[in-house]
């Protein structure tokens, strides 16, 4: 049973897994711990794996592209359009392996960790701007009580 199409729901501490075959049954559907995840590709024959665009699925693409999977994020908001029913990570992984398979589904380009990094610096140097920013604010509204 060869399985073609994975859905991977990264979740928070336990990852959901749902692999279907070219004829669309189900090969697998299983919860993985986080360091049995790697081990779990690595024993996979190469294939479509389809996760959501979130904070470490940049991290695990170039994991898996380096086993030689395709591997293609979608933001999560067009996943939801493929939930048949309720929200657990089973269902999620399921959605997202169905979400994957259609040719209109639009994906998001994949980060270097170099892309990754600038990233990074941005978001912290917003952060110590707007901190910055917030306490010369309230220096100056604390000082003003003082009349000065």
Known sequence: MQVTTVGLDLAKNIPQVRGITAEGTVAFNKSL??????????????CLIGMEACGSSHHWVRQFQKLGH???????????????????????????????TRPTMRFV????????????????RDLVVRQRTQLSNMLRGLLGEFGA
Do not use: N, S, W
Request: charged share 30%.
């Open 33 to 46: 711990r986080r360091p049995q995840v790697l081990q779990f590709f690595e024993d996979l024959d190469p």
């Open 70 to 100: 395709e591997v293609r994020l979608m933001p999560a908001v067009y996943v939801k359009a493929y939930v048949k029913r309720g929200k657990t990570d089973a269902i999620d992984a399921e959605a997202i392996c169905e979400a994957v």
């Open 109 to 124: 380009a994949i980060k270097t960790e170099q892309q990754q990094g600038v990233l990074f610096l941005h978001r912290a």
